[in-house]
């Protein structure tokens, strides 16, 4: 009940604008969020390549509502590639459709989308579009679809969520392309007509799916490229331990080498546990966000892990 109190919370304006006025949520939120500009995302970026950990920088913001918003983004998300390659780091980037004017029209959102896909083949910069809640799914993969036709296949992948009973038939088709997937559990409210409500179940399914992309990555000979800006085909992205072991000793039973595969974090996340893969030889790829948008995302991230919850709780009560 608590983790869907704070998913509501994500998406209420009202409470954004109450939250976004404290100062101690937005010093807490700086430990998720790599700042509000891209000069301090892409100090962040250098600091995680020095560590041997590689990122994708996502500029926070969805559901907008408008094309000049859209484009907008669109504009801040060219400004990401350019730069990502004049510094020669070692990063893609994230982007929702929904940031993009999805929720305007379709066709607008596609014709932003290949601007941005271009533009990131000329530079050479992996695009990842992030899944969103149900609403948006057939019209995400849609579009993936259409990019992929469009001639974009080695310069785009997709995330798809482990508590969805879709989902392995939606990886099985997006592996039929050999496109990278980020495999996530899934951070929306969904009802349980169309999700799994346990946690248990997930996990079991997380296990699966995880497994379908490793084969695949074994069978195809897919691996993370040598600058490490183009990942592997199969991205696990989760900070559970217990599907990270899993992962790694399926690995092992199927010989796939270690960069055949690469974990996902989030960046301010368990950062120990990343040294700890890198130090193993395993690719780790880290989500940098930034931007001024950064109420929803923030409390997601509370939503996931009750600790984060409980230490702005008592922040709060201290005033």
């Not at 346990?198 to 990555?217: A, E, G, H, M, Q």
């Not at 080498?257 to 996902?264: A, D, I, R, T, V």
């Not at 929803?296 to 201290?318: D, G, H, K, M, Q």
Request: proline share 4%; glycine share 6%.
């Amino acid at each position: 009940m608590l983790r869907l109190l704070l998913i509501y919370l994500s998406q209420a304006c009202w409470a954004r604008n109450i939250v976004q006025q404290w100062g101690f949520a937005q010093r807490m939120a700086a430990r998720f969020v790599a700042g509000e500009t891209l000069d301090q995302a892409i100090d962040v970026v250098k600091e995680l390549n020095s560590r041997g950990i590689n990122t994708t920088l996502d500029h926070l913001g969805e559901n907008v509502c408008s094309s000049e918003d859209a484009i907008l983004a669109v504009d801040e998300i060219l400004a990401i590639i350019n730069r990502l390659e004049q510094e020669g780091v070692a990063s893609g980037v994230s982007l929702k459709l929904s940031q993009i004017g999805l929720a305007v029209n379709r066709t607008t959102c596609e014709e932003n989308l290949l601007r941005i896909l271009e533009q990131a083949r000329l530079r050479s910069i992996y695009v990842r579009v992030d899944m969103e809640d149900s609403p948006f799914t057939d019209l995400t993969l849609g579009l993936f679809s259409d990019a992929l036709t469009a001639g974009y296949q080695n310069i785009v992948g997709v995330a798809i969520q482990a508590y969805l009973y879709r989902s392995e038939n939606d990886i099985r088709g997006v592996l039929e392309t050999n496109s990278g997937i980020r495999l996530c559990k899934g951070a929306y409210k969904e009802p349980s007509s169309i999700a799994y409500p346990k946690k248990k179940d997930v996990d079991t399914n997380f296990d699966r799916l995880t497994d379908i992309l490793l084969d695949k990555s074994l069978t195809v000979g897919s691996t993370i490229n040598q600058d490490g800006r183009f990942p592997p085909i199969p991205a696990i992205a989760t900070h559970d331990q217990e599907r990270i072991d899993h992962t790694l000793e399926y690995a092992k039973s199927i010989d796939l080498p270690e960069n055949g595969l690469e974990f996902q974090m989030l960046y301010g996340i368990r950062p120990d546990l990343q040294s700890q893969l890198v130090e193993q030889g395993y690719p780790v790829r880290v989500y940098v966000p930034y931007g001024s948008e950064w109420y929803p995302y923030f409390v997601r991230r509370l939503a996931e892990r009750p600790a984060n919850l409980w230490f702005f709780l008592s922040n709060l009560i201290r005033g």
